[in-house]
């Protein structure tokens, strides 16, 4: 059994792998850090879906691994899904230099946006040399260096209102508006659902803010699991929390690296938002449960 296992994960693996639609310059790319993602709009990606229906998806494949999903396990082809955070499920509702500046003037921060954002940048590429996590616990000293990097002000009190503007529904929107609706109908299903970031111990207050922390059966943070996507033990710990067998889980994240090759190499099965998929509605859709 334990062989058999084993062969169908692989063979999961290659089919998303040779079977997978192909992506964008943007998906495709590694995302240089958790608030400065780009998210197309909820309304504009499900008006992509039937586009992606009428070039036949059959040709591409997604349809022969559904079946082939389901000759498995049957109708719903999964048992649990993984979301990622920031760029999937939710996105900061300013861009990060705006609210740096903004915040920043009463500070002496003198900066542009466009000065900001290239001195963040280059900051959050810097090899972070107190931890392999840049995460740990509250991340403090993490963002302390980022926003001291990025704007040149080192004053405890702007870093402070800035750190906790982003654990308030101000910083932070849902990506797709129909997820609470999704999320009821997995669950109903009996479908369990949990949410794997890569995030500091704000997470949960985030989600508690958008009123979406009961969505959830489980949440894998980084900065508590003690490992980074695309480390596999972060998935290895969702389906622990779940109670299933990582190839019985499918991860939905906007990170090709931390989020599809991550979670493959954990042994899930995994599909790239705004690419493979480009709503919960078709998450859903794709599991076997209709919405």
Same mark, same amino acid.
């Given at each position: 059994?334990?062989?058999?296992?084993?062969?169908?994960?692989?063979?999961?693996?290659?089919?998303?792998?040779?079977?997978?639609?192909?992506?964008?310059?943007?998906?495709?790319?590694?995302?240089?850090?958790?608030?400065?993602?780009?998210?197309?709009?909820?309304?504009?990606?499900?008006?992509?879906?039937?586009?992606?229906?009428?070039?036949?998806?059959?040709?591409?494949?997604?349809?022969?691994?559904?079946?082939?999903?389901?000759?498995?396990y049957g109708e719903i082809t999964h048992k649990a899904l993984l979301v990622d955070a920031v760029g999937?499920?939710?996105?900061?509702?300013?861009?990060?230099?705006?609210?740096?500046?903004?915040?920043?003037?009463?500070?002496?921060?003198?900066?542009?946006?466009?000065?900001?954002?290239?001195?963040?940048?280059?900051?959050?590429?810097?090899?972070?040399?107190r931890s392999r996590l840049r995460y740990v616990n509250d991340g403090r000293p993490f963002w302390q260096?980022?926003?001291?990097?990025?704007?040149?002000?080192?004053?405890?009190?702007?870093?402070?209102?800035?750190?906790?503007?982003?654990?308030?529904?101000?910083?932070?929107?849902?990506?797709?508006?129909?997820?609470?609706?999704?999320?009821?109908?997995?669950?109903?299903?009996?479908?369990?659902?949990?949410?794997?970031?890569?995030?500091?111990?704000?997470?949960r207050p985030v989600l508690r803010a958008l009123n979406c922390d009961h969505w959830f059966d489980a949440?894998?943070?980084?900065?508590?699991?003690?490992?980074?996507?695309?480390?596999?033990?972060?998935?290895?710990?969702?389906?622990?929390?779940?109670?299933?067998?990582?190839? /019985? #889980?499918?991860?939905? *994240?906007? =990170?090709?690296?931390?989020?599809?090759?991550? &979670? $493959?190499?954990? !042994?899930? /099965? #995994?599909?790239?938002? *705004?690419? =493979?998929?480009?709503?919960?509605?078709?998450? &859903? $859709?794709?599991? !076997?449960?209709?919405?």
């Amino acid at each position: 059994m334990a062989l058999m296992a084993t062969t169908r994960t692989k063979l999961c693996r290659l089919l998303t792998r040779t079977l997978r639609p192909g992506c964008s310059a943007l998906n495709g790319s590694i995302r240089p850090d958790p608030f400065n993602c780009s998210f197309s709009s909820a309304s504009s990606a499900a008006a992509m879906a039937p586009q992606r229906e009428a070039m036949g998806l059959e040709v591409l494949g997604v349809k022969d691994y559904e079946d082939y999903r389901r000759s498995l396990y049957g109708e719903i082809t999964h048992k649990a899904l993984l979301v990622d955070a920031v760029g999937t499920l939710l996105a900061p509702s300013q861009p990060m230099a705006q609210i740096y500046r903004e915040i920043g003037e009463k500070y002496g921060v003198e900066y542009s946006e466009i000065e900001i954002l290239n001195r963040y940048r280059r900051a959050y590429a810097q090899p972070w040399g107190r931890s392999r996590l840049r995460y740990v616990n509250d991340g403090r000293p993490f963002w302390q260096y980022i926003v001291s990097s990025s704007t040149g002000c080192s004053d405890s009190q702007y870093f402070e209102e800035l750190y906790n503007y982003y654990t308030t529904d101000k910083a932070w929107h849902l990506c797709d508006p129909e997820a609470e609706k999704v999320f009821k109908a997995l669950r109903k299903a009996g479908v369990k659902v949990a949410v794997v970031s890569n995030f500091d111990t704000r997470l949960r207050p985030v989600l508690r803010a958008l009123n979406c922390d009961h969505w959830f059966d489980a949440v894998a943070v980084s900065a508590e699991v003690e490992a980074e996507k695309p480390n596999p033990t972060i998935f290895l710990k969702a389906c622990e929390l779940l109670g299933i067998k990582p190839e /019985d #889980a499918v991860h939905v *994240g906007d =990170d090709r690296r931390n989020d599809i090759w991550g &979670a $493959r190499d954990a !042994g899930c /099965d #995994a599909w790239l938002w *705004g690419s =493979d998929v480009y709503s919960f509605k078709e998450v &859903a $859709r794709r599991i !076997g449960v209709q919405v």
